[in-house]
């Protein structure tokens, strides 16, 4: 008898013991495993947004003091931009993203006009430089303001010092010339003509003061009429050298 209850309480041991695979553990692996039975997600990756950086990306990300009082929108496949003096769209713009060129001419309100010029280079590494000018011109008198920039330069942005030789009206002149600086400065202005095709800028010499000083009567200037005939070339070619980034005669 004594072996027979043994018999029992060992087999009823063995019947109260959770089975390899039961529940319990199922339940468990539940917990750390992924339902088989979810959908999988598909919903669709942001699209990449990327801009292409060409020259009017650049003109359109000017900041001040460099940005322009002419933005550019374009509308039916065509550009549009008004002019900030009479609020008229203005019908002299050039948009040449081949070349990398944009030019805008503002007639404004009679008084003269305005031409607006950007012009993106590349450096050897790829890095872009913009030329930017911006030049006045009444009908006598000339004046203008250019920069040369690096747009993605982090440290510096103007490198108009650097990337543009000194250039002035006495560049023009025969090199024994004795003329008053402020005279030459004032008389023979200076402009850079950026390029739309190729990367060859060009300064040149403004001599239309000559029909304001020296066509008869006196003025402040008419002693200095001679200065126009020492004039010996009316532009000087400036190369762009991508290499070191900037322009060199």
Not at 37 to 58: C, I, M
């Amino acid at each position: 008898m004594r072996y027979v209850m043994l018999f029992l309480c060992i087999w009823a041991t063995a019947c109260n013991k959770p089975a390899s695979g039961s529940r319990q553990n199922t339940e468990t692996a539940a917990e750390t495993t992924p339902s088989q039975s979810a959908e999988p997600d598909t919903t669709p990756a942001a699209p990449e947004t990327t801009q292409t950086k060409d020259v009017l990306y650049y003109y359109r990300t000017l900041e001040a003091p460099f940005a322009t009082e002419y933005p550019l929108q374009e509308s039916k496949g065509k550009w549009v931009c008004l002019s900030p003096s009479t609020s008229e769209p203005l019908e002299d713009i050039v948009v040449d993203l081949n070349n990398g060129f944009i030019q805008i001419v503002d007639p404004g309100t009679g008084g003269g006009d305005w031409t607006i010029q950007c012009v993106l280079f590349r450096m050897a590494n790829g890095a872009p430089v913009l030329g930017l000018s911006k030049t006045f011109f009444d009908g006598t008198g000339i004046r203008q303001d250019v920069h040369i920039l690096r747009p993605e330069d982090a440290r510096r942005r103007d490198w108009t010092d650097y990337a543009l030789p000194k250039i002035d009206g006495f560049s023009f002149l025969r090199d024994d010339s004795a003329e008053e600086e402020e005279i030459v400065h004032q008389l023979l202005p200076v402009t850079i003509e950026l390029p739309r095709y190729g990367t060859t800028a060009k300064a040149k010499v403004y001599t239309g003061l000559q029909d304001l000083y020296c066509r008869g009567g006196e003025n402040e200037f008419s002693d200095y009429c001679g200065l126009f005939q020492q004039v010996r070339r009316a532009e000087i070619l400036l190369k762009w050298n991508k290499e070191q980034g900037k322009f060199v005669q």
